[in-house]
């Protein structure tokens, strides 16, 4: 998640909910980050994006409830994280193998994804089985 839209994005929502003080943008600083290391470390990063999406549109509409002039700077900050991604939408795609004892690293969009295959088991033995 450490994209550059990833960064404009946390600081944008950190500036918008310094509105309600300092508290308040330390508080959600440390949520995005926490939010952040939550994708990193699942085994599902998509899956974690949209459970946590739930939870930060509710806060982002409490905001607009309290602070209606928040609306022009979120439309703002939503536009401005739409241009730093690719242009016709993210069409990525990256096939990494690894085999026997190897490494694979992959990186896109600023993620490093890394695969690593443990040691290969032991061939079955037995009466029907080859050695």
């Known amino acids: 998640m450490a994209s550059d839209a990833w960064q404009t994005g946390r600081n944008g929502v950190v500036?918008?909910?310094?509105r309600r003080g300092d508290a308040q943008r330390v508080s959600h600083e440390g949520q995005?980050?926490?939010h952040a290391?939550?994708?990193?470390?699942?085994?599902?990063?998509?899956?974690?994006?949209?459970?946590?999406?739930?939870?930060?549109?509710l806060e982002l509409a409490q905001l607009l409830t309290e602070h209606p002039d928040a609306e022009s700077e979120l439309r703002r900050l939503v536009e401005e994280i739409q241009s730093e991604?690719?242009?016709g939408g993210k069409n990525w795609v990256m096939t990494n193998f690894s085999r026997d004892h190897g490494t694979?690293?992959?990186a896109m969009g600023g993620n490093v994804i890394h695969r690593h295959r443990?040691?290969?088991?032991?061939?079955?033995?037995g009466e029907d089985q080859r050695q």
Request: charged fraction near 20%.
């Open 15 to 18: 500036r918008l909910f310094q």
């Open 32 to 34: 995005l980050d926490h």
């Open 37 to 57: 290391t939550l994708v990193e470390w699942t085994g599902d990063p998509d899956q974690a994006r949209q459970l946590i999406v739930g939870q930060r549109q």
């Open 85 to 87: 991604f690719p242009k």
């Open 104 to 106: 694979a690293y992959g």
């Open 118 to 125: 443990g040691m290969p088991s032991d061939p079955p033995t």
